[in-house]
Nanobody, 128 residues
Framework: QVQLVESGGGLVQAGGSLRLSCAGSGRTLSSLNMGWFRQGPGKEREFVTA????????FYADSVKGRFTISRDNAKNTVYLQMNSLKSEDTAVYYC?????????????????????WGQGTQVTVSS
């Protein structure tokens, strides 16, 4: 069992930056693939980015590629989402997720089905 807690959300102007953190507890995240998803107002949850257990592989939604960066610090049991050049359409609740590395081979990194553990979410609001 692993618990995930996101932090770092808030209000930022368009073009600005924000860094989200996802802190794990209960077990190490080092053997787990990690992902970020978001759900905007009136929208379904969508994939944002993911990183493999080793950090060697990353994946990004086309909408955020080049602007967002996922990283992890296993020593701190924490995953980060650096968000730059923010746009109003990035406004959403952002969720951190963790899953067994083996599930990527079944469902893929972009599927919520690959993640069994989810944080409570943190609100990101981008004003324009």
């Amino acid at each position: 069992q692993v618990q995930l807690v996101e932090s770092g959300g808030g209000l930022v102007q368009a073009g600005g930056s924000l860094r989200l953190s996802c802190a794990g507890s209960g077990r190490t995240l080092s053997s787990l693939n990690m992902g970020w998803f978001r759900q905007g107002p009136g929208k379904e949850r969508e994939f944002v980015t993911a990183i493999s257990w080793s950090g060697a592989s990353t994946f990004y939604a086309d909408s955020v590629k080049g602007r967002f960066t996922i990283s992890r610090d296993n020593a701190k049991n924490t995953v980060y989402l650096q968000m730059n050049s923010l746009k109003s359409e990035d406004t959403a609740v952002y969720y951190c997720a963790a899953g067994n590395a083996a599930t990527w081979s079944v469902f893929g990194s972009r599927s919520s089905r690959s993640y069994d553990y989810w944080g409570q979410g943190t609100q990101v609001t981008v004003s324009s």
